[in-house]
Each structure stands twice: as C-alpha cells, then as structure tokens.
C-alpha cells in the first residue's frame, strides 16, 4: 500500500504571494509571522504585512529564525505566538524559516517539547494551528513536506520529525520570491533539491507516484539550476526551479531521504554548515558510494538528463551520472569541508559522534546500500577534501 501526503492546498504561479491575505483570513483571526532577519530587510516580511492589513488580518511576528533552526528559536517563537493568541501561522522564508514554523504550529496544541517527538518516540495527537508556507528559495521543499529539522541545542543534534501533522495547510510558490536569492544560496539550495529528488527517487521506500515526481524534478534541475546561478533574473530558471524543488519536496516526503541527509545533519549541526551546502558536500560521494546498488535507477536517471546514454550499459550509466553531479558542482563552485573552512583536528574529533548521529537519524537505512558505522566514518573522512576532478570509474 503506498500513500502521498501533500498539503491541503498548492497555490502556484509568479505574484502568487499576494494570496497570503485571503488564505490567512480564511484559516484564522489572528497570523503569526514566523521569519528570519534577511527576509525582514530585504522587505518579504514587510509585504507579507502588508498583504494582510489588506485582508483586514490582524498579526504579530517572530523574525529571529537563523541559518539553521534551533529549539531555542522555537521555544522563544512559541512564547510569541502563545501570548499573541495567534491562530493561524505563515513562515516567509527558505527551509529554516519554514521548518521553525512547523515546529510552532503542531507545539501550540500538543505538549511537552519538540524533542519530546523525535523518532515518532510521541505523535502529535492534537491537531496543529494550520500554517501557510511561502519559500523564498527553490531549495528545501519544506512548503510541501510533512518533515522538520530542528536542532537540539542541548545535545548538538539536528533532529528530524516526519509525521503527518507537520505539512501547512496551504503552501503558496511565487518563483518571484527566489529572484532575490544570491548566486550561493541558489546553488546550495538548488543542489539540496537535486539531493531530495535523486534520494527520493533510489530510496528503498519509493513508490510510483514519487517516481514520477523525482524524476520530473531532476530533470528540471539540471537543465536549469545552472541558468539560475548564472542569471538570477532569468525567469523561466527561477520558475523551473521552484516547481522542481516544491516537486522533489513532495516525492522525499513521502519516500524518504536516504544517506546524504543522514549525513547532511550532523555536519550543520556541529560545524553550522547551511543544510543545501553540507548536502551538495556529499552527494558526489555518497553517490560512489551507493552505485553499484542502485545502478539501474542511477541509469535511469543518467539517461533521462542525456539521451545518448541510451546504448551503454547501466554501470556505465551511473558512472556518467556521478560525472554530471560533480560537473554540476564544479560550475557551481561547491567548496568541499576543508575548503569550507572546518577545522581537521575537530572534524577528526566529531567524526565519530557524528556518524552515530547519522545512523540514529534513520535516513541511511533507506539507501540501496546500507553503511556500517565505520563505513560512514569512511565516508566523512573521503568527502573532507573530496576533489570533483577526479575521474569515477566503475568497480
């Protein structure tokens, strides 16, 4: 039995945000703003307010969120929201934002804290205050997912929540919102899609439905991240890229992440490495890692982007595959962790913490090969100062 959540509504289209006024004042009395400081200065979160004084909403607002969202981000966004008698939430903003909205949503109703659902160790019984997703980056596809990724400042871990009363209500995609996302951020999070999506679609938890969604999302990607980096006004990429990125949202979310996300967390959790770039880190070689088990879905997937692939063999295939996403990355100019700036001596230190963290997380039992604890801390080690030159040969 296969099943596909996606939000209650999708609202699509350039100038699309404008909708946030009618949707808010039809879910509630009262919205909650849940964004971060780059979105308030660039004049998103203005807007939004704007809109909604248009709507005759009333509202109040958190813009506090940062890079990475942390249960103290959560629990001070909450306090707001709670004394305000806020009963309808939007989250402006890229994948952070969005996520610490969801975290306040579903608390405002349930007990105990965030960290109190980790690993479905407690579901959300009550149902969330609903919650307007509006991305402000084609990245994360947190707009469409029922996942959060919030990090427990305690204990140094990014903690992934995946259940059911986590996706918005309703989720508006303006590709205009993504225009002003510097050529950095369009990289990493556009390489964070492309990572949702090839995940998504080798997971040992696929299904037909996210397949075609993965591979449609792929196939987006690459034809026009590369434009989008280059031209950040080039709208056609940017309109492209959020609906492949809202697409592979909806397909990781209902299949599953797999061994890059596992490993993914723990290097933004210690090192506060931005979740897009400390994928984009990895994928080239986690995908090594990975061929030989998935070679006909990496073949797949290698002869959608290039046709001529279509008479050599699938070992062949994957290989070309591996080659594009390393070329992709050099064009993009992702740094490796050496060239990003974490230390060795501490990357050394963590490296074991954090591939326990990785294998906690759950996400790598998902991949077509499963790593052992030292084969991921192998794998930290090849992806510290992984060179994308370096030429993939089939073993």
Same mark, same amino acid.
Request: hydrophobic letters at 45%; a neutral charge.
């Given at each position: 039995?296969?099943?596909?959540?996606?939000?209650?509504?999708?609202?699509?289209?350039?100038?699309? +945000?404008?909708?946030?006024?009618?949707?808010?004042?039809?879910?509630? %009395?009262?919205? +909650?703003?849940? %964004? *971060?400081?780059?979105?308030?200065?660039?004049?998103?979160?203005?807007?939004?307010?704007?809109?909604?004084?248009?709507?005759?909403?009333?509202?109040?607002?958190?813009?506090?969120?940062?890079?990475?969202?942390?249960?103290?981000?959560?629990?001070?966004?909450? *306090?707001?929201?709670?004394?305000?008698?806020?009963?309808?939430?939007?989250?402006?903003?890229?994948?952070?934002?969005?996520?610490?909205?969801?975290?306040?949503?579903?608390?405002?109703?349930?007990?105990?804290?965030?960290? *109190?659902?980790?690993?479905?160790?407690?579901?959300?019984?009550?149902?969330?205050?609903?919650?307007?997703?509006?991305?402000?980056?084609?990245?994360?596809?947190?707009?469409?997912?029922?996942?959060?990724?919030?990090? *427990?400042?305690?204990?140094?871990v990014k903690m992934m929540i995946s259940q059911p009363a986590l996706l918005p209500a309703v989720a508006i995609v303006d590709p205009l919102l993504t225009v002003s996302c510097p050529p950095s951020v369009t990289a990493a999070t556009g390489v964070d899609a492309l990572c949702h999506a090839i995940e998504a679609y080798i997971s040992r938890r696929a299904h037909p439905v996210t397949n075609v969604l993965a591979l449609s999302a792929i196939e987006a990607i690459i034809g026009h991240l590369r434009r989008a980096y280059e031209n950040g006004q080039d709208i056609e990429a940017r309109e492209k890229m959020a609906i492949?990125?809202?697409?592979?949202?909806?397909? +990781?979310?209902?299949? %599953?992440?797999?061994?890059?996300?596992?490993?993914?967390?723990?290097?933004?959790?210690? +090192?506060?490495?931005?979740?897009?770039? %400390?994928?984009?880190?990895?994928?080239?070689?986690?995908?090594?890692?990975?061929?030989?088990?998935?070679?006909?879905?990496?073949?797949?997937?290698?002869?959608?982007?290039n046709p001529q692939l279509k008479d050599v063999s699938d070992a062949e295939a994957a290989d070309a595959l591996v080659e594009e996403v390393k070329q992709l990355c050099r064009d993009l100019h992702i740094p490796n962790m050496k060239t990003w700036g974490i230390d060795k001596a501490a990357f050394d230190k963590a490296v074991d913490k954090m591939a326990a963290d990785a294998l906690a997380s759950g996400s790598p039992a998902n991949n077509p090969r499963v790593p052992t604890h030292e084969e991921i801390v192998t794998l930290y080690h090849y992806c510290y100062d992984y060179q994308y030159n370096t030429k993939t040969v089939s073993s």
């Open positions: 039995m296969y099943e596909l959540l996606v939000p209650n509504r999708v609202i699509y289209g350039c100038e699309t +945000f404008h909708e946030v006024g009618r949707q808010a004042k039809a879910l509630g %009395s009262k919205a +909650f703003i849940v %964004s *971060d400081p780059v979105m308030e200065n660039i004049g998103l979160v203005a807007r939004c307010e704007h809109y909604l004084q248009e709507a005759g909403v009333p509202f109040a607002k958190y813009t506090r969120v940062d890079k990475e969202p942390t249960d103290v981000h959560v629990n001070e966004a909450l *306090d707001v929201c709670r004394s305000e008698r806020c009963d309808v939430i939007i989250a402006v903003g890229g994948g952070s934002s969005i996520d610490a909205a969801k975290a306040v949503a579903v608390m405002m109703t349930n007990e105990g804290t965030i960290s *109190d659902y980790v690993g479905n160790a407690r579901m959300f019984t009550k149902k969330p205050v609903p919650l307007i997703a509006i991305p402000t980056t084609a990245g994360t596809g947190s707009e469409v997912t029922k996942v959060t990724v919030i990090i *427990d400042t305690k204990t140094d492949a990125a809202m697409k592979a949202g909806m397909a +990781f979310s209902n299949a %599953s992440v797999t061994l890059v996300h596992g490993m993914s967390r723990p290097i933004g959790a210690l +090192f506060h490495v931005p979740h897009g770039v %400390s994928n984009a880190m990895l994928l080239p070689g986690v995908l090594e890692f990975t061929k030989d088990s998935a070679r006909e879905r990496l073949a797949v997937i290698a002869r959608l982007i």
